[in-house]
């Protein structure tokens, strides 16, 4: 059977390549941002998902499984390695990394996608549209993001629960990734001062340029507020039929205030890492 | 590689056969309606999540991958059908199907969970918990709810498509065949009432002991509300800073009255075919 669905999963790559349009075609500003507000929602709603389910440490234990038992070309994997890699290679397999949007957290342990690679010179620059800080992305949400959004507790649910984390890194990953978007787009906007910046590879430069303090703050405070409406536990009538009832944190379902430092603390900077190490590629 | 994969999955069912509590202990009314509210939200965030995309009709079409290369029982498969299965089949090597809450919608093609099975008997009577209508839900998601959800169009995204079309199914699927729950808290409350009408096979005696309109109108205004709430979009300042523009539809991401009416015509009759199914099998 295996070998009947490769098959088709490969006429399937195959026939997909006919469809693939361009998805960032008249890449501005503006679809930018919108794109950039959109991702907000998906990565609140993930997060939110992600509290259904208590925080089911064995999931994340490289010992839990026993040693010796991962795969690829780490030996000790963790529950959550092995579900995501083998979650991944399914979604490989169906296309989903030819769309440069999409970028795996296991690349290497998953098998190549065996159709033509998908041409993006058009959206972005490519020899740097390999950059991603996916590795980063890993690490933070494991080690400083989920502590803070999952209580205590093991309920042996482990595979809805990485399944939900996995939505929530996916989210994580394309937001934070898309800075390679928004690079190409403010480098093809004042090509003149990043050509000096990028040939002089002056990152401090680079970063202050692509730094709106004024702008960022609006994100944040966005954000901790879509927390407030989206978590929030809703009845039928009374003062909260319209509003949002602001009286106690204890009612959202994740704090607003970790939504407004994930973004303070990691999505804004990494994703403006990510800008500046497309940029330093943006000439190679 | 795969036969190390399958070798620690099975050990990680192994494994999570250790840690396997019952979900549902302490089963009760109030339980039920927080599990049944809660739900609301995911179903509601994975349409949101869904309209992202256009409909992309290719990955629905059996015709379009070529006749002859479906496997399992169907000859002329989709995409989205191989899509969903091979997600299903990696899912169930992880032990998600082991929670009674999950039921996979292609369970006869996907390789059997070889943990020994979970011993659910103290949340549902054992002869009944088979019961699901996860064939209809398939149905109806895909005939007449996501026409009324995705815009018409094809970018080739068919992998994060699908993806977003399994989440919506399995959060239906969640909470509609959650009515085998509802039905043995509502079987325990009153266990004479229901023993009787269930000897005489009693269809429609039993859909109205279920039926509560008042209920049911609370449940389809709530969701309809949440719909509002959770499907704007939003801006920082201005009149929307804690509460709804209600001006048009169009700022929503799903109709809110698409929401309603799904409860009204689909989840909520589902879930009480549900109930009375599971009921007749209550004293098998």
Sequence with gaps: MAARVLQTLLLCNAALMLH?????????LDTVRDFLTREEDTIIFSLIE?????????AYDPDYLGAGHGHGHRLNASFAELFVSESEAVQSKAGR???LQEIPFFAYRVPFTLAPPYNFTSDLYPAAAFVNVNDAIWSVYFNNLLPLLAKNGDDGNYAVTVDSDLACLQALS??????RFVAEVKYRGDQQTYTSLIQSKDRDALMKLLTSEAQEDVVKRRVEKKAVVFGQSMALGGP???????????????????VYNLYDQWVIPLTKQVEVEYLLHRLD
């Design 20 to 28: 693939l349009l361009l998805p960032c075609a008249g890449l501005s």
């Design 174 to 179: 394309r937001r934070i990734n898309y800075g």
């Design 97 to 99: 990394y030819q769309s």
């Design 240 to 258: 909260t039929e319209t509003g949002v009832n602001n009286s106690s944190q204890a009612t959202f379902k994740v704090d607003p205030s970790v």
């Design 50 to 58: 992600r509290t259904r389910y208590p925080l089911n440490r064995p």
